[in-house]
């Protein structure tokens, strides 16, 4: 079964720093897109960044470019989010997704949606 | 970075209705949209990539349409699973981007 499992809910202090975790199971970890998005609380779904765990090529959205660093350890099948320096703005649930891709008729990858996520991991920011 | 916008924001609907739900982006993205649910409490579920390819395992009361900026999901007769968040995604541009979500709740 292929499956995320991310680690577990979080209660930091501001300007603390912090590491969330996605790890991949029952299928090949190196050959998939992994990306991060963000729920604030009562809000919608914002897309924070992905990354290829094959050769750690990133990309980040705009609003969370410099903001947060994501990673990838391929040797454990593991992507990770994290934060140098916590805001209570960074209050939210941290989902990870994998990327689905298929080949075309004429054998070309097509990249498309997020087809697999994990649980969630709930990271709060407080004093 | 492509701005994605969703109609109407709550749809009320009576069980075994028909939903339509809409999705428009602020450039083409083709066919590079797909659609989620989310329930409370849950991460998002895939339905439909390609604009109207449904998922693995997606019911098919579920159906999706439209290309370029213009798109629709519909649900034909509404079962009470359905009761939920619907968010549209651009995968067509970096950044990656999601619509504010349509919220389908039980008239």
């Known amino acids: 079964e292929v499956q995320l499992v991310q680690s577990g809910a979080e209660v930091k202090k501001p300007g603390e720093s912090l590491k969330i975790s996605c790890e991949g199971s029952?299928?090949?970890?190196?050959?998939?897109?992994i990306a991060w998005v963000r729920q604030m609380p009562g809000k919608g779904l914002e897309w924070m960044g992905i990354?290829?765990?094959?050769?750690?090529?990133?990309k980040y959205g705009p609003s969370f470019q410099g903001q947060v660093t994501i990673s990838a350890d391929k040797s454990v099948s593991t992507a990770y989010l994290q934060w140098s320096s916590l805001k209570p703005s960074d209050t939210a649930i941290y989902y990870c997704g994998r990327r689905y891709s298929y080949y075309d008729s004429s054998g070309t990858q097509r990249w498309t949606a997020f087809d697999v996520w994990g649980q969630g991991t709930m990271v709060t920011v407080s004093s | 970075e492509i701005v994605m916008t969703q109609s109407p924001a709550t749809l009320s609907v009576s069980p075994g209705e028909r939903a339509t739900l809409s999705c428009r982006a602020s450039q083409s993205v083709s066919n590079n949209l797909a659609w989620y649910q989310q329930k409370p409490g849950q991460a998002p579920r895939l339905l439909i990539y390609g604009a109207s390819t449904r998922a693995t395992g997606i019911p098919a009361w579920f159906s999706g349409s439209g290309s370029g900026t213009e798109f629709t999901l519909t649900i034909s007769s509404l079962q009470s699973e359905d009761f939920a968040v619907y968010y549209c995604?651009?995968?067509?541009?970096?950044?990656?981007?999601f619509g504010p979500g349509t919220k389908v709740d039980i008239k």
């Open positions: 029952g299928y090949s970890f190196t050959n998939y897109w």
């Open positions: 990354i290829y765990p094959g050769d750690s090529h990133t």
């Open positions: 995604q651009q995968y067509s541009i970096w950044p990656l981007t």
